[in-house]
C-alpha cells in the first residue's frame, strides 16, 4: 500500500485511559468525517487497538501500537506478535523509541528484527532515529541506527523514519527548525533509493506550529522538510492534534 505524502501521527504513549482515549477519538473523528483523516495515525498501547480502530471508523485514519514482538507465535509468554497485531487492523508499529531502550535495553538489532517482524506482516515500522545529545553527529548516528534496520527489512517494505533528537524529547520546546531540515536532509540521504514508499516525520516535543515553522525556514531546502510530524504529549489534546493535521494537510 502507498504511504501519503503527508503524515501527521499521534502516539498516545501510556497517558491516557481507555476512558481518556474514547473522549479522545470522538472529538477527532467528529472533525474528520467521511474520511477525512486519511493519512494520518493514532498509535495506541495493545488493549487499545481494536477500540481504537472502532472509534475512529469512517475518518480514513490508520491506527497502529507502541511496540510488537521480535519473535512469530510461539512460547513467549507476554509478547505480542505481528500476526496478531496485523489480524486486528494494526497499520503501523512505533519501534527503537529511546524510552524502550533505555528501559528495556533494546539494543538496534532487537530494533530490526521487530521492524522485520511488522513488515513481513504489512505493518509499517516507524523508527525512532536520533541523535542523544546536542553536540553529536546527527549523520553518523543515525547512519548506525538505520543501517540495522534496512539491512533486515526488504528494500520494497514501506516506512516511517521519525527523527526525533533524544534532547528534545519531552522538554518544552521542539529541536530548532534548522537543526531539524539539516537532520532530515541527512537522513534522506542515507536513505538512498530505497525502492518502498519511505517517509520521514519531525518528532521530540512536536507540537500545534512545528511543521509550519521547519515548513517556513525550510523554503530554500526542501529536502530537508519531513513529510510531517509525530505528537506524542501534544497530542492529547485532540485540538492540538487536529492543527497540526490542518498544517501538515495545506503544505
Not at 512536536?206 to 513529510?227: E, M, W
Request: with cysteine; proline share 6%.
Amino acid at each position: 500500500m502507498t504511504l501519503p505524502s503527508r503524515l501527521a501521527g499521534f502516539s498516545s504513549k501510556a497517558y491516557q485511559s481507555v476512558e481518556d482515549a474514547k473522549r479522545w477519538a470522538q472529538t477527532v473523528s467528529d472533525r474528520l468525517a467521511e474520511g477525512r483523516g486519511a493519512g494520518h495515525y493514532v498509535c495506541v498501547p495493545h488493549p487499545i487497538l481494536p477500540l481504537m480502530a472502532e472509534w475512529l471508523a469512517g475518518t480514513g485514519m490508520d491506527v497502529g501500537v507502541q511496540d510488537l514482538s521480535r519473535f512469530g507465535p510461539g512460547p513467549h509468554t507476554g509478547d505480542v506478535t505481528a500476526e496478531i497485531l496485523a489480524e486486528l487492523g494494526c497499520r503501523y508499529v512505533m519501534l527503537g523509541h529511546p524510552e524502550r531502550r533505555r528501559d528495556y535495553g533494546e539494543t538496534w538489532q532487537i530494533v530490526a528484527e521487530k521492524s522485520a517482524r511488522a513488515a513481513q506482516n504489512g505493518i509499517v515500522p516507524i523508527i525512532i532515529a536520533g541523535e542523544p545529545h546536542r553536540d553529536d553527529d546527527v549523520r553518523a548516528v543515525c547512519a548506525e541506527q538505520l543501517d540495522h534496520v534496512l539491512s533486515a527489512i526488504d528494500p520494497d517494505a514501506d516506512l516511517v523514519i521519525a527523527y526525533e533528537p533524544a534532547w528534545a524529547i519531552g522538554v518544552a520546546d521542539a529541536a530548532p527548525a534548522a537543526h531539524i531540515i539539516d537532520s532530515v536532509a541527512a537522513i534522506r540521504d542515507l536513505l538512498g533509493s530505497r525502492s518502498g514508499d519511505t517517509r520521514i516525520v519531525y518528532g521530540g516535543s512536536a507540537k500545534s506550529g512545528t511543521f509550519n515553522d521547519i515548513v517556513a525556514a525550510g523554503a530554500a531546502r526542501p529536502a530537508g522538510i519531513p513529510d510531517g510530524v509525530f505528537l506524542g504529549r501534544a497530542g492529547l489534546d485532540p485540538h492540538a492534534f487536529l492543527a497540526s493535521v490542518d498544517e501538515v494537510a495545506s503544505d
